[in-house]
């Protein structure tokens, strides 16, 4: 079966850190570009971060650059969301997401680009 599944969310204090994991099955994880999303209540999903399959191109929306890390095993399936200094704001739903492009080189944020979806994962940041 063709999916990915997201990990390692959890209920945190501001200023620490969680890893997301996204593990893949049943498609040549290597050759897709992953996307991480996120959707918070009451608000649109929105992109948070990009990596594409030769792992030449990574993209973060701006209010989490400098605190989010993304990265990718393709020897383990999985990509993952490294996030410290965690905010209130952080508080989401995070979903990944995978699709195979013809140039190595790309990845987008936009999940409408993004052929296989997970059911995400729950991050919340509370004192």
Known sequence: QIKVV???GALVQPGESLRLSCTASG?????YAIGWFRQA??????G??????????????G??????TISRDNAKDTAYLQMMNLKPE???????AAVQRAFS???GMDIEDYTIRGQGTQVTVSS
């Open 41 to 46: 209540p009451g608000r649109e999903r929105e």
């Open 105 to 107: 080189n790309w990845c």
């Open 27 to 31: 498609f040549m994880f290597g050759y």
């Open 90 to 96: 952080d508080t989401a739903v995070y979903y990944c």
């Open 63 to 68: 209010s989490v650059k400098g605190r989010f």
């Open 6 to 8: 997201e990990s390692g």
């Open 48 to 61: 948070v971060s990009c990596i594409s399959s030769d792992d030449g191109s990574r993209y973060y929306t």
